[in-house]
T-cell receptor, first 114, second 116 residues
Framework: DAMVIQNPRYQVTQFGKPVTLSCSQTLNHNVMYWYQQKSSQAPKLLFHYYDKDFNNEADTPDNFQSRRPNTSFCFLDIRSPGLGDAAMYLC?????????????FGAGTRLSVL | AQSVAQPEDQVNVAEGNPLTVKCTYSVSGNPYLFWYVQYPNRGLQFLLKYITGDNLVKGSYGFEAEFNKSQTSFHLKKPSALVSDSALYFCAVRDRGTGGGNKLTFGTGTQLKVEL
């Protein structure tokens, strides 16, 4: 089945140690998104890619970076994780054009910072 | 800026009874509205959307939502709740952000608990 896959499901890192989360999709969607969701809160958009064009939200800290080497993969890099960065990170995709408004989410990666 | 509000943090309902999860919106122009559901430790799943057309929108798993322009509401409904419907429900509005993507602004979520 076509889907959005996030790896790993759970990630533990140390304070200040860089960490990378990955997302892959088999939907061939041209837009990919990264959201941060803290406990029992609404997901908050960090940035998105439309094809290769990177679009950062104004309030996303510089500590968060992203890479999209091809259509299928997108990475979230946290350069120096702080305790406040512990959260669930959700990847989503959508297709610009028909049905462009629906976003399809992965299962998420839960990040713990020790 | 577009926004949605979910006034109830939690809704409790008995299995078999109808359920309603409330959402109100504030947008400029025509709203594009969505409902997503999130089960524990999972991503969000799309339930239904309103773009235009009939005010009653039918979605997945027997859910429907009623768009009411005069009340600026988009309440999620189901005629007969199941225990398996217990989850966190998010209302969202599309915000045409920069770039080619479609930014979703989510409400704070409503925890639905269906009891036997």
């Amino acid at each position: 089945d076509a889907m959005v896959i996030q790896n790993p499901r759970y990630q533990v890192t140390q304070f200040g140690k860089p960490v990378t989360l990955s997302c892959s999709q088999t939907l061939n969607h041209n837009v990919m998104y990264w959201y941060q969701q803290k406990s029992s809160q609404a997901p908050k958009l960090l940035f998105h890619y439309y094809d290769k064009d990177f679009n950062n939200e104004a309030d996303t800290p510089d500590n968060f970076q992203s890479r999209r080497p091809n259509t299928s993969f997108c990475f979230l890099d946290i350069r120096s994780p702080g305790l406040g960065d512990a959260a669930m990170y959700l990847c989503a995709t959508s297709r610009f054009g028909a049905d462009l408004n629906i976003q399809y989410f992965g299962a998420g990666t839960r990040l713990s910072v020790l | 800026a577009q926004s949605v509000a979910q006034p109830e943090d939690q809704v409790n309902v008995a299995e078999g009874n109808p359920l309603t999860v409330k959402c109100t919106y504030s947008v400029s122009g025509n709203p594009y509205l969505f409902w997503y559901v999130q089960y524990p430790n999972r991503g969000l799943q799309f339930l239904l959307k309103y773009i235009t057309g009939d005010n009653l929108v039918k979605g997945s798993y027997g859910f429907e939502a009623e768009f009411n322009k005069s009340q600026t509401s988009f309440h999620l409904k189901k005629p007969s709740a199941l225990v398996s419907d217990s989850a966190l429900y998010f209302c969202a509005v599309r915000d045409r952000g920069t770039g080619g993507g479609n930014k979703l602004t989510f409400g704070t979520g409503t925890q639905l608990k269906v009891e036997l």
